[in-house]
């Protein structure tokens, strides 16, 4: 988080940091946060940014409702997309995974990432 503060998405250390990251929820066995940053790294090396839009506070109750939540999000990602704050906003879901709504989120950002 230090790192997106103070240099924004610089890829090198950036790509670095998530991959930490990432080793330690394989440690703490938690698949989803495992898969999450594994996609959003791959994404920042395909295009040397963070290009998924912050979801609406929409809750969802099916993968049809998430489908629709990420196409929707997609279009109004054309408009306006802050890198840092959605990455940032990714990595702060991973601190709280008691939450359901960060589990919905993070769900969300997986398929998005899986789609683009």
């Known amino acids: 988080m230090k790192d997106l503060d103070t240099t924004g998405i610089n890829t090198d250390a950036l790509i670095e940091d998530i991959k930490a ?3 330690y929820t394989i ?3 938690i698949p989803l946060a495992v898969k999450v940053l ?3 790294y791959e994404h920042i090396e395909e295009n040397d940014s963070f290009l998924i839009a912050i979801p609406e ?4 109750d099916d993968d049809s409702e998430l489908d629709a939540e990420v196409e929707e999000t997609e279009e109004e990602a054309t408009i306006e997309i802050d890198p840092v704050e959605s ?7 991973i601190k709280n995974l008691d939450n359901s709504m960060n589990i919905l989120d993070l769900k969300y950002y ?7």
């Open 87 to 93: 990455l940032k906003y990714v990595i702060s879901l």
């Open 57 to 60: 506070d929409t809750p969802l």
């Open 38 to 40: 594994r996609y959003t």
């Open 27 to 29: 440690e703490r066995e």
């Open 110 to 116: 997986k398929k998005a990432l899986t789609e683009n």
């Open 21 to 23: 990251l990432r080793e």
